[in-house]
């Protein structure tokens, strides 16, 4: 015959899996919240004796959507179109702007996604 052992209440068995499973308790997180609050603090108490100073912003082709020229590569692309006057192919488009391939499907789609420009047939674009 087996012995019926001691039964173990549901909430020892809560924190056996909780401890287990490092499940944090309510306990757990108030001290991390505390934490928090006194990294907060420390924060605002800094931050106003220095003063920030923002980073200037990189000139990265196609990143920002600025090119060197200083207008942006979606009008540069929609520039090109519109000097087409039966449409502008893909590799029309590249020559005039000098962006790769990739670039300027993109920006493609997503006038034509726009209603900018139209597509009169597979990879001839007019502006509407």
């Not at 420390?42 to 912003?57: H, Y």
């Not at 692309?77 to 391939?101: N, R, S, W, Y």
Request: glycine share 8%; hydrophobic share 35%; net charge positive.
């Amino acid at each position: 015959m087996r012995h019926k052992g001691k039964s173990v209440s549901f909430d020892t068995m809560v924190k056996f899996f909780m401890h287990n499973y490092k499940i944090p308790t309510k306990k757990d997180v108030d001290k991390l919240m505390a934490r928090l609050d006194q990294i907060e603090k420390l924060i605002k108490s800094t931050a106003g004796s220095t003063k920030r100073v923002r980073p200037a912003a990189k000139d990265r082709q196609g990143v920002q959507g600025r090119s060197r020229g200083g207008s942006t590569a979606v009008n540069q692309v929609l520039e090109a179109i519109k000097g087409f006057q039966q449409g502008a192919k893909l590799t029309e488009i590249m020559e005039k702007t000098g962006f790769d391939e990739k670039k300027v499907r993109n920006i493609i789609f997503r006038l034509n996604k726009n209603g900018v420009i139209q597509r009169q047939s597979r990879g001839v674009y007019a502006a509407k």
